[in-house]
DNA sequence: ATGCCCGTTGATAACGTTTGCCGAAATGCA
DNA sequence: TGCATTTCGGCAAACGTTATCAACGGGCAT
């Protein structure tokens, strides 16, 4: 099952069997299909290890996830994997359960291993800065979803301003005023993009509207604690910062007796499958998932053609999914209507990218 | 970076460095203390694809999903990668989609690549298992969750019968007798195993309960449309096939004003995170995750030691998880007691197993 | 003192590919 | 026909490891 047993049985060389395969030369017409007869009669495959060993590169990818039970990421995984895949690229996963150090060394094993190109998404804004910068140095690398500082890498992901916008101007249309902001103040680049773009959009909204804002981290627990800390404040909406906030908010609000969204409407990012789910269905930010994996790999594959042209940070434009969680009335149950929103079409800018 | 660079710093021979660092034999004290240190200051890392050419193990495994977007793999995936990792083996992620040509075909992919084992989920128990069944025969596999036809590969799965007359037991406890099952028949194993421990368990409950079954597949919506099927038979409980049943099921007896549990009580299987979030809380069987993956790891390292003694089935006892949708009155929110099961001691069955 | 053994080390041959270089044959042109 | 040019195929050298084999030297027994 190696070159030589084809060489052997189709009558010529192994280098010649080589150039057959690989397409890397010319070679006669009819000793071409004696090799490629022999080679599909054994069952020929090549040996990836040699090949890897040989040409410096293994046709593999690593993937670098803060945690895989976070679900926003199985579709992105999803999408990454199938496109990766469909270049003939093996994926080489890593989770690294919101640990920078592990993260760190998981970088290094694919390293080691020789990948062709990381795409990280980075654990913690700061104290994941070295470690993907080194691997920078050694790889493309392309950042997805969370950014890690400027000029680390190439990133994509999307462009959380003007999510925040479009939650915003919806709730303005609806006639909601009372509007606190439950955020997170952990390390992950999206929590601090997502409370500058409350902040900077609230003000349109009511006067004190940019200051109500709660900080905690992205998990359903916080959301539960979020409405007991702001229940007294009467709010008439809570912009949650993901949407496992909404959906601790949404169980805590129903346990209080409120109505939703009668009293209070309730607004999530990310549009994981929960939020449809949910009741009442939680009007999110819908992430264009399957182009934000394209965009990463095209990325990736101008980084590995040679490409070295500055840094790029592209932001996908992102829908807002609006579900029963911010109707003004009682609304058919659905999937809601999507904000044509220009989704998925790509902002790039570039770095460092000034937020407004 | 290489061993040559390392020799060359440490004035001896490559071979002796390569002695040295994998300690394959013994060396002088202080050479291997010179050689220790100038791989230490030169940073060398082993190239894994030169060590997989020469010694034919590539310290990798090869990981192969149906849908990595089910719920209920994420955790399954997350433990596996890290038991795997702390071996310091990589894992390379196949997700297939649930077409089990496009398995196949990864399938291939990973042997071409030289994984030294492959952990697969089958996707279709029929269509699944010649590929499955070929790649056996090359390297260790072990099937995970579900299974793939008798004698085709080792596997560990949750012990569905055991689960399932755990939710039996629960339901004739708190008096419910009118139980339907809604059901899968599609062609993974879980949901024939399901439901022929189901139609085992229920003839205690009642005597026409085994007989009331309907089938679709493990999807919201059907747990959606089903409801609308038995809902005028006035169940007092659905035992669902799985969570994404039983959360479908939930929204629809919602819809429909139904008092859950009052009503009628809903039960799920496999604890997804969505189980606990859902209002109210899902009543499901816990599969015992890190457990499951520590089974496989360990049995795939048995037979990467040599171990080529008979085919295995491990089979794992579930917790049940009780939670309001099957409580006898209204109960204080929470994660819900567990019936304490024997929760992940092993059940191992020679094979072919035989399904009481 | 001679021979032997053991502990340590170095030289070297693989592993399966790709590729630069060269020779041979075939073709084009004069 | 002779020479330049192209086309095609083979040889052999890498890529970085590990394993085999032999060599070398010192200690020990005879």
Same mark, same amino acid.
Request: aromatic share 4%; net charge neutral; glycine share 8%.
């Given at each position: ?14 280098a010649?069997?080589?150039?057959v ?6 070679v006669?017409?009819d ?62 996963l890593?989770?690294?359960d ?5 993260e760190?060394?998981?970088i ?6 020789r ?14 800065r070295?470690? *993907? #910068?080194?691997?920078? %140095?050694? $790889?493309? +690398? &392309?950042?997805?979803? =969370?950014d890690?500082?400027?000029?680390? !890498? ?39 993009e ?7 959009g ?17 998990s *359903? #627990?916080?959301?539960? %604690?979020? $409405?007991? +800390? &702001?229940?007294?404040? =009467? ?5 949650? !910062? ?44 819908r ?9 990463a ?15 790029? %940070?592209?932001?996908?434009?992102p ?16 999937d ?6 220009a ?14």
């Amino acid at each position: 099952m190696t070159l030589r047993d084809v060489a052997r049985a189709s009558g010529c060389s192994v280098a010649t069997v080589s150039r057959v395969l690989a397409g890397t030369r010319p070679v006669g017409a009819d000793t071409a299909r004696r090799v490629r007869a022999a080679a599909e009669k054994l069952g020929y495959r090549p040996n990836h290890a040699a090949r890897a060993l040989r040409g410096r590169a293994t046709g593999t990818v690593g993937l670098v996830l803060p945690q895989i039970t976070n679900p926003f990421y199985p579709a992105l995984v999803r999408e990454l994997t199938h496109a990766l895949h469909a270049e003939g690229r093996a994926v080489l996963l890593a989770d690294c359960d919101d640990d920078p150090v592990a993260e760190a060394e998981y970088i290094d094993d694919l390293l080691a291993r020789r990948v062709d190109a990381l795409l990280v998404i980075p654990a913690d804004e700061r104290r994941s800065r070295d470690a *993907v #910068a080194a691997a920078a %140095a050694q $790889v493309p +690398l &392309v950042l997805m979803d =969370r950014d890690c500082g400027p000029g680390v !890498a190439d990133s994509v992901a999307v462009d959380n301003s003007a999510g925040m916008a479009l939650v915003l101007g919806h709730l303005a249309a609806t006639g909601r005023r009372r509007v606190w902001f439950v955020g997170a103040d952990g390390t992950a680049s999206t929590a601090a993009e997502r409370r500058a773009a409350y902040a900077a959009g609230a003000a349109a909204l009511d006067e004190g509207a940019a200051g109500r804002i709660a900080l905690g981290d992205f998990s *359903v #627990a916080w959301g539960r %604690a979020a $409405v007991d +800390l &702001v229940w007294e404040a =009467r709010p008439d909406a809570l912009v949650c !910062a993901n949407d496992l906030i909404a959906v601790g908010a949404l169980q805590r609000l129903r346990e209080l007796g409120a109505d939703v969204p009668g009293d209070v409407a309730v607004t999530g990012f990310d549009d994981i499958p929960m939020a449809a789910l949910a009741a009442p269905g939680i009007t999110t930010v819908r992430q264009p998932v399957p182009e934000l994996a394209a965009e990463a790999t095209r990325l990736l594959n101008h980084r590995l053609a040679g490409d070295d042209g500055p840094q790029r %940070a592209v932001r996908l434009a992102p829908d807002l999914v609006v579900r029963e969680s911010s109707a003004p009335r009682s609304t058919a149950r659905g999937d809601g209507q999507h904000a044509r929103a220009a989704s998925g079409r790509a902002t790039e800018v570039p770095v460092p990218r000034q937020v407004p």
